[in-house]
């Protein structure tokens, strides 16, 4: 056992960001996968949990395709739970000297666990919007905590002080809380809409017209703050946070050109997935843009191929030592 725990990384290496890119990818696949589950009426394909049917584990050719994919989401499921396991042994030798990456390993990894329960709930209350909308937001919460581990990972911790002026960070709180409107409003939509994920399943009651210029609104409202936050910080010129920012307001234009694209065409399966994962893309770039108000605590260890938070090269320790 020493000998393996000896084989664990000791500071961020090339399989420590490995692992997290990979917990943010396999955290929006699984939202993909569970769109895809409710988009296609396939969230009751296994009518039970943990089990698929009452005597089988796995999904029956009886079941058709429903079954096959639901089943599937489960499986993608325990994948997701094994890359958080992974993630959180990687970084046990470095809980000490960056507890801040292992506290959000041991957060994804207990999300994880928490959505795999959340979802046997829904199964089990028959797709109930409301319990099916926390399944989603939970999903939001843990896209966002990948996304921060992969900053942290590359640009390493955050320190106290801004590198913007105050004025600007509070358009960027300001921003991320308009974001936050805009995905809650999305969630009370979605659970009004026709996409129950099953037949049979329950609406939450609310006019699904009224609710989708609820939505709309904080959305237009968070394009026009973040067109404000990318002209600001290109006078800033600072390279971190002005790729954020652009990466964000991106992401909002081609959310926004779905959404309304979908509400036209009478909300189709396809763009309603691409809507959700978006959202979640959304959330996780506003947490970049948020992460890059403030200089960092230490710099990083100067090697080659780990980025500087101010977006220098960094150069080898040899070349360093020859200039």
Known sequence: MKAVFGLLPTDVDRRVRFLAILTLVVQVLIVATGGAVRLTGSGLGCPTWPLCTDASLVATP????????????????????????????????????????????????????????????????????????????????????????VYRVFFGVRGPRLSVPRGYAALAYVTSLAVAVTVVMGILTTGAGPHAGDAASDRNGLDPELLQHFHAWPGYVTVALTLALVVWALRLRTPVL????????????????????????????????????????????????????????ALPPARPGYPDPEGRDVAAPEVLAQR
């Open 62 to 149: 009886e079941m058709g395709v429903h079954g096959v994919i639901e089943f599937g989401n489960r499986l993608l499921s325990i994948i997701v739970g094994l890359v958080a396991v992974a993630t959180v042994v990687f970084l046990l030798r470095l809980r000490r000297q960056r507890r801040d990456l292992f506290v959000r390993a041991i957060l994804v990894l207990v999300g994880t666990v928490l959505q795999g329960f959340i979802g046997g709930i829904s199964v089990r209350v028959a797709l109930d919007p409301a319990v099916v909308g926390v399944h989603f937001g939970i999903s939001v919460v843990l896209v966002v905590i990948a996304a921060t581990l």
């Open 242 to 297: 002005t790729r954020s920012t652009i990466a964000l307001l991106g992401i909002e234009v081609v959310q926004v050109a779905v959404g309304i694209t979908q509400a036209r065409l009478g909300l189709p399966p396809l763009l309603v997935g691409i809507h959700m994962v978006l959202a979640c893309l959304l959330a996780a770039a506003m947490a970049w843009v948020v992460l890059s108000l403030r200089e960092p605590a």
